[in-house]
């Protein structure tokens, strides 16, 4: 998310998240470049507007191999409470951003590790983040970092066996409603959509979305 009446419109929705892309090289970056001062501020205007209105909706900053002191200047400036990690982080990075962010901040930060999954020895990764990590997501590997619009063959999740509980990424698009209803895993958590439900990049769909939304969660 990036766009201050966007953000608004989806957070009116029945979500549980919101992400804003922290990697410069992303077309869904959120823009900290001075040169786009303005268009900065309605941003982080609009995510402390979430954070007060919306206070169930955790507010997602992704990063990639980033330095750990510009994920917290980025956590104070954006009001974010959890940081997904998408890049090659290790346990040893994860540690020491976590003591950082304890150090440093008043409220504990959720952190997600992205997990790239192309075959079932990609699980093996995992074990790595056992504990240290408060969930997983498996998304779909590509030469980029994410974004693919692409789905990985969610039956290899059988190889996972861990504990930490994770989300199910890459390529959800709004026909995979009966596909993910019939999805069954003891550590699945939820799902993660993105470029799918995009009218252009950073720019959600809001109706495409709620139906979506609707449809997912009918019980």
């Not at 982080?44 to 007060?52: D, M, Q, R, V």
């Not at 993660?192 to 969660?217: A, H, M, W, Y």
Request: glycine content about 6%; aromatic content about 10%.
């Amino acid at each position: 998310m990036r766009e201050a009446s966007n953000i608004s419109s989806v957070a009116a929705l029945d979500i549980d998240m919101m992400g804003f892309i922290f990697y410069p090289k992303s077309s869904r970056y959120v823009m900290e470049d001075k040169l786009e001062a303005e268009q900065n501020n309605l941003t982080i205007k609009s995510i402390e507007t979430l954070k007060n209105n919306f206070k169930s909706i955790r507010r997602v900053g992704v990063f990639v191999d980033d330095n750990p002191q510009h994920i917290l200047e980025s956590v104070r400036s954006y009001s974010l409470n959890t940081i997904q990690l998408h890049g090659r982080e290790d346990r040893n990075y994860i540690v020491a951003l976590k003591d950082l962010l304890q150090t440093n901040t008043l409220f504990p930060i959720t952190i997600i590790k992205a997990i790239s999954v192309a075959t079932q020895d990609d699980f093996s990764r995992c074990n790595e983040y056992e504990g240290i990590v408060d969930m997983l997501l498996f998304d779909t590997a590509s030469a980029s970092k994410g974004g693919s619009g692409k789905q990985f063959d969610w039956s290899l999740l059988q190889a996972y066996n861990g504990n930490t509980p994770f989300l199910l990424s890459g390529g959800i698009g709004p026909d995979d409603v009966s596909s993910i209803r019939q999805f069954h895993h003891s550590q699945f958590a939820g799902i993660d959509v993105n470029s799918r439900f995009e009218s252009s990049p950073g720019i959600k769909d809001v109706t495409k979305l709620q139906t979506f939304i609707q449809q997912i969660k009918v019980i």
